[in-house]
Every structure is written in C-alpha cells, then in structure tokens.
C-alpha cells in the first residue's frame, strides 16, 4: 500500500509496531511464568530461546518496514536532486553511477542533468534498495541506513554494544544451534532495550517527515 500522507505513514508505523509488542510482551509473561514454575524446564529454555530469536525478528522486521515506508514516503514528494538532504543525494547519485558506468546511457544522461540543473531534476530514489539489512542487522548496518536516508546515527552508539553482541550474536548462536539460553531476567532487559529502540526509530521518522527533514537544509 503506498505511503501518500503524514498520516498514512503514522498509521504504517504505529500498526507496524502495535502488533510486535503485543507479540513480544506476550511471550515475555510466558517465560517469566514458566521460569517460575520450573526454572531450567525444558519448556522455559525453548521459551527463552526462541525469545530471543523473536526479539532479533522483530528489531530487524520493523526497522526494515518502517524505514521503507519512510522512502516510499519521500518518494511520492517527487522531489528535485537539488532538494535532497545529503543522505538521499548521496544514494541517488551513487547509483546513477553505477548504472552509468556499466553502460546505461538513461543514467548517464541523468547524472549529468543532475549535475547541470540539479533545481529540475527529478531524484529517482531507488526505492528497493535503499533500506538493505543484509539479514543482519548490526549496528554497523544500522548506521548505514539510516545516514542513507538522512538521519544522525549517533543517537544508537550507546546501543552497539547491546545490539551486537547481545541482540545479534545472541540471535546468530540460536540460529547455528548453540547451547545459548538467557535467564528471564536478561530477557527482560533485552526486551525494553529493543522496544524503546523501535519506539526511538519510529519516533524519529516521524520527526523528519513532519519537519521535511529530507529536503536539504530543512532544520
């Protein structure tokens, strides 16, 4: 469905993430409960594990959908080259290129209409590719996306840690079927720590479309 008003993306947003708390909180109380009735059960240490794989699906999913609908957003501003923030302009003009240097002759003469009158150009955001997890989604790769799509990734460093050692090599030792089994409590923290992350992302996004921050010196 596509993305045309602020509105449209909140609503995108907030269902994007309303159904993975309410997933995520659910199987929450359910380790909590089954650690209390038999803390090393092997009901509890399926329910922890797959806790964590879930919470690593869910930072993942949403991170990807919600920065995906924030371009297809962008997209139908239909904006010029010379209106982009740097983050965009950057992508644009990379892959104009690319495409060009292998041959395309359409990107080539879109590279240079760009460069000659950058206030009529039409940006052709690359809508498929710009939001890329590399189903890994480390703090490396976060940062990534988000400086493609004109956001300040400083705002995570203080997670990278928690993202990829815990979230990320916590979820990867699961997936290789590793012996790795958390106890509820560091569930826990690992759940509020991804949810105010996907509060934050979602926080943000809104922020810079209502600000137009993807126009260039929009603040």
Known sequence: MAV????????????????????????????????RNSAHSPLTRALARSG???????????????????VDYIAKRRLKVGELNDGLLKVVLDQLNRRSASG?????????????APGNSRARIPRDTIVDTKSNLRSTVLSEILQC???????????????DRTLCDGRNAIAHGRDYYPNPDEFDTLHDEVMLMLTQIRSTIMLHAQE???????E
């Not at 137009?212 to 929009?218: L, P």
């Open 4 to 35: 045309r008003t602020i509105e449209e993306l909140e609503d995108r947003l907030d269902s994007a993430l309303s159904w993975r708390r309410i997933e995520l909180q659910t199987l929450k109380s359910q380790i909590r409960s089954s650690y």
């Open 212 to 218: 137009q921050k993807y126009r260039r010196n929009s």
């Open 52 to 70: 964590i794989a879930l919470l690593y699906a869910h930072w993942e999913g949403y991170v990807k959908e919600s920065c995906q609908a924030y």
């Open 149 to 163: 799509i004109g956001f300040d990734p400083t705002a995570f460093l203080t997670k990278n840690n928690l993202i």
């Open 104 to 116: 395309d002759e359409s990107a080539m003469i879109a590279l240079m209409e760009a460069v000659r």
